[in-house]
């Protein structure tokens, strides 16, 4: 009985440890990732006050802004981290030692790059369909206070997915499997809790949310009824994010690209047009389509 419950305590002390190194690699990344999206709430806040159509021209504004500068993002912060995963040296070695490498960082690099950008290109998608409901001017700004909530709450499952990639990149590389896994299992399990925390966010303060960026009736009307479903594409999207985390440190980025094209474009696009468009479900509809994307 003894022997067994020093197991079990070793296995707490484990979690813990692990648990404590997540939190240090993570929490600088997270709130890194606050005060850089809270800029733009606060911009998106301002610009609702002048009205619905203002707002809705902000939107666009921000939608074409982010397909053309968030490749920028991505590409620096995840070459940060994929060149982690190639061995360096102290000697210059070979011309074509040199161009291994380079071919080995860039084969890392481009999926994980492109990973990040068709998610945040189909909320552009999104935003674009928009413009051609029944008074777009409500639902792009909508579409507006949408992108700004969903990009607080990532900021939650980005800093996760980053630690989680430094921490199966490192203990894969020192030959420890069993750490590796422990890490993941860690941290899928905060996935999941800071998923059922975005959720709540979203259903229960879906009206005090909304008057954060607007005053408009038709605008707040049709935030409180996105918003709950949002929510619900939180509890997949926060480990769905974390797990490419996972595939990045384990040198499978394209794999966790592959999965986002699959389920945003394959999965996502047509569901949102035919419910938007087809069954005239409008801007709720399109909301519908980015479930079905998270949960496939």
């Given at each position: ?16 440890e692990?648990?404590k ?23 998106v ?5 002048l ?20 490749i ?11 060149k ?12 074509t ?19 990040v ?22 639902a ?27 921490r199966?990149?490192?203990?894969l ?45 038709e ?6 009824a996105?918003?709950?479903?949002i ?55 399109l ?10």
């Amino acid at each position: 009985m003894a022997a067994g419950s020093t197991k079990k305590n070793l296995t707490i002390v484990e979690v813990m440890e692990e648990l404590k190194n997540i939190v240090d690699i993570g929490f600088p990344i997270l709130i890194m990732g606050i005060f850089s999206y809270l800029k733009n709430m606060i911009s998106v806040a301002c610009i609702g006050r002048l009205g619905s159509l203002e707002l809705a021209g902000g939107a666009l504004a921000i939608g074409f802004t982010n397909i053309t500068g968030y490749i920028n993002y991505a590409h620096d912060e995840k070459t940060s981290l994929s060149k982690s995963l190639v061995p360096s040296s102290n000697k210059l070695g070979s011309t074509t030692t040199l161009w291994e490498e380079w071919g080995m960082l860039l084969r890392l690099a481009i999926p994980s790059c492109l990973g990040v950008c068709l998610e945040w290109w189909w909320y552009e998608l999104m935003t674009l369909l928009a413009g051609y409901l029944y008074k777009p001017h409500v639902a792009l700004a909508t579409s507006a206070i949408v992108i700004q909530t969903t990009s607080l709450m990532y900021t939650l499952p980005s800093a996760l997915s980053a630690s989680i990639s430094t921490r199966v990149g490192n203990e894969l590389g020192a030959s420890r499997p069993q750490k590796a896994r422990l890490a993941t299992a860690v941290v899928i399990a905060l996935a999941f809790s800071t998923s059922i925390f975005g959720f709540l966010l979203t259903t229960l303060g879906r009206g005090a949310w909304g008057r954060v960026f607007t005053n408009d009736n038709e605008v707040l009307e049709l935030t409180m009824a996105v918003l709950p479903i949002i929510g619900l594409c939180e509890l997949a999207n926060c480990p769905q994010t974390t797990c490419c985390g996972v595939l990045r440190g384990s040198a499978r980025p394209s794999t966790g690209a592959g999965i986002n094209f699959c389920s945003f474009y394959l999965m996502g696009t047509p569901v949102a047009v035919a419910l938007a468009f087809y069954w005239e479900l409008g801007f709720v509809g399109l909301c519908y389509g980015l479930l079905a994307a998270q949960i496939y």
